[in-house]
C-alpha cells in the first residue's frame, strides 16, 4: 500500500518567512502526490498535485511543492509566509484500493499545524 | 462549476438516537463519494466510498452505515449513536477518468457531531 509520512506535527514561521512543510512518501511505481488545506472548522481545499512532468510543482495561494524522486519527498514550501496562512496542511497519496480493477483513494499523512506569527 | 453540499453543519445527539448526515454534489455525474471522519481536529479515517449507485465499501467496521440512492447523493446513517461517534465528518467527492478516480478530492465543509 502507498503512504506518506508527515514528520512534524506542527511548524513555526514568522510572517514574511519561508516556509516548509515536510512530507515523505512511499510508493510502488509512479507517485501521485496532493496537498491540501484544512481551516479551523473547514472541510479540506485541494493546493496542488504531482503527477509528472516538472518537479516543481505550483498551487493556489502562492504555495508551491518540490518532488524529489531520490529523496522520496515532496515538501510543500512558500517564499514569504502570511498570518493567513496558519491552518493544518495534508499530504496525500493515491492509492489503488479494492477488487474489479480497484479504485484510487487517496491515503492522507497525519496533518501539520502550521502557525505563522505576525 | 461543480459544488458538493453537505447538512446539518453542527449536531448534538444523545447515546443511542439515530443518525442521518446527508452529501449531494451539484454539476458532474457519476462521481467517486466519501466519507471521511476527523477526531480531535487531526487525521483523517475513510469510513466509507462508492463507485456508484447502490455500490458502498466499507473501510472500517463501526456503527455507521451509508447508502448511496441516487447519482449524486450520499448519506451517512447510524442506527443507534454511541459516545465514539462524535467527530467532524467530511464529504467529498473526485472526478472519474478512464473509468477510475483521478485521485483528487473536492471536500464539503462537513458536520460536527457531538454525541452526549
Known amino acids: 500500500a502507498q503512504s506518506v509520512a508527515q514528520p512534524e506535527d506542527q511548524v513555526n514561521v514568522a510572517e514574511g518567512n519561508p516556509l516548509t512543510v515536510k512530507c515523505t512518501y512511499s510508493v510502488s511505481g509512479n507517485p501521485y502526490l496532493f496537498w491540501y488545506v484544512q481551516y479551523p472548522n473547514r472541510g479540506l481545499q485541494f493546493l496542488l498535485k504531482y503527477i509528472t512532468g516538472d518537479n516543481l510543482v505550483k498551487g493556489s495561494y502562492g504555495f508551491e511543492a518540490e518532488f524529489n524522486k531520490s529523496q522520496t519527498s515532496f515538501h510543500l514550501k512558500k517564499p514569504s509566509a502570511l498570518v493567513s496562512d496558519s491552518a493544518l496542511y495534508f499530504c496525500?497519496?493515491?492509492?489503488?484500493?479494492?477488487?474489479?480493477?480497484?479504485?484510487?483513494?487517496?491515503?492522507f499523512g497525519r496533518g501539520t499545524s502550521l502557525i505563522v506569527h505576525p | 462549476s461543480q459544488t458538493i453540499h453537505q447538512w446539518p453543519a453542527t449536531l448534538v445527539q444523545p447515546v443511542g438516537s439515530p443518525l442521518s448526515l446527508e452529501c449531494t454534489v451539484e454539476g458532474t455525474s457519476n462521481p467517486n463519494l466519501y466519507w471521511y471522519r476527523q477526531a480531535a481536529g487531526r487525521g483523517l479515517q475513510l469510513l466509507f466510498y462508492s463507485v456508484g449507485i447502490g455500490q458502498i465499501s466499507s473501510e472500517v467496521p463501526q456503527n455507521l452505515s451509508a447508502s448511496r440512492p441516487q447519482d449524486r447523493q450520499f448519506i451517512l446513517s447510524s442506527k443507534k449513536l454511541l459516545l465514539s461517534d462524535s467527530g467532524f465528518y467530511l464529504c467529498?467527492?473526485?472526478?472519474?477518468?478512464?473509468?477510475?478516480?483521478?485521485?483528487?478530492?473536492?471536500f464539503g465543509e462537513g458536520s460536527r457531531l457531538t454525541v452526549l
Open positions: 496525500a497519496v493515491r492509492d489503488l484500493r479494492g477488487a474489479s480493477g480497484g479504485s484510487y483513494i487517496p491515503t
Open positions: 467529498a467527492w473526485s472526478r472519474m477518468r478512464g473509468g477510475r478516480s483521478t485521485g483528487e478530492l473536492f
